[in-house]
């Protein structure tokens, strides 16, 4: 790899010994260990090496962390400050590597379409790669409606998706009202669509609406 350049403060006309380059390397892995240990796949790194020529004052200690803006992934970069003995500060480069499941369209999917298992094909990539908003878990999908069309093999990302509709307008629905301890139950129409969770209009009898919200059963709870 290409020796680095960096963004100097406070330079010193110290030198500093080839044993303290490889402390600061050695820090900056064993924050980028720490940071990734919990990573939701496998990550790896390439970390740019330190030019040993570079002259920097004595440090006791170090402060490794991200510069603000930037996330750790792909290619990103370290902020390295002395904290005590010396006040510079440098950037390191590194690329970060996470290598996950994601879910494709295992088959062309039509607009309007509700995702079933079927419909999704498990991959392994780097997440540096990929849409921030793929698709990790099944869960995430399945049961859910495509806003457009999705070629095969395409990487499906969250705001592609939308909730079932779980109650159409004109349909008949139960209706659940809840008061603590007290559920009483009856039927009235739908007068809009309704995804679960969402907010629906329910006409009871000929003249009296009241609102609640759409289960996932295609009830409509109302709460007080």
Avoid at 141 to 146: F, K, N
Wanted: positive net charge; proline residues 4%.
């Amino acid at each position: 790899m290409r020796p680095l350049l960096f963004t100097l403060f406070a330079l010193s006309t110290c030198a500093v010994h080839a044993t303290d380059i490889a402390a600061i390397q050695r820090a900056a892995q064993q924050w980028l260990d720490q940071s990734l240990a919990n990573s939701n796949g496998v990550p790896s790194y390439q970390l740019s090496q330190i030019d040993k020529r570079i002259q920097l004052a004595p440090c006791k200690q170090y402060d490794v962390g991200l510069p603000s803006g930037y996330r750790l992934l792909g290619n990103t970069m370290l902020r390295i400050q002395c904290v005590d003995g010396a006040s510079w500060g440098i950037n390191l480069p590194v690329k970060v590597s996470l290598l996950v499941t994601y879910y494709t369209a295992a088959r062309p999917l039509s607009g309007n379409q509700e995702i079933a298992t079927g419909d999704l094909s498990a991959q392994q990539g780097d997440l540096g790669t990929l849409p921030g908003s793929v698709i990790m878990d099944p869960s995430q999908a399945v049961g859910r409606v495509l806003n457009t069309a999705v070629a095969s093999g395409k990487p499906l990302r969250s705001e592609m998706l939308r909730a079932a509709m779980v109650i159409q307008q004109n349909q008949k629905v139960r209706v659940i009202y809840r008061d603590d301890v007290i559920e009483v139950a009856n039927e009235g129409i739908a007068m809009n669509n309704a995804a679960e969770g969402q907010s629906v209009r329910v006409r009871v009898g000929t003249r009296q609406i009241i609102q609640g919200i759409a289960t996932a059963t295609g009830s409509v709870d109302v709460s007080h």
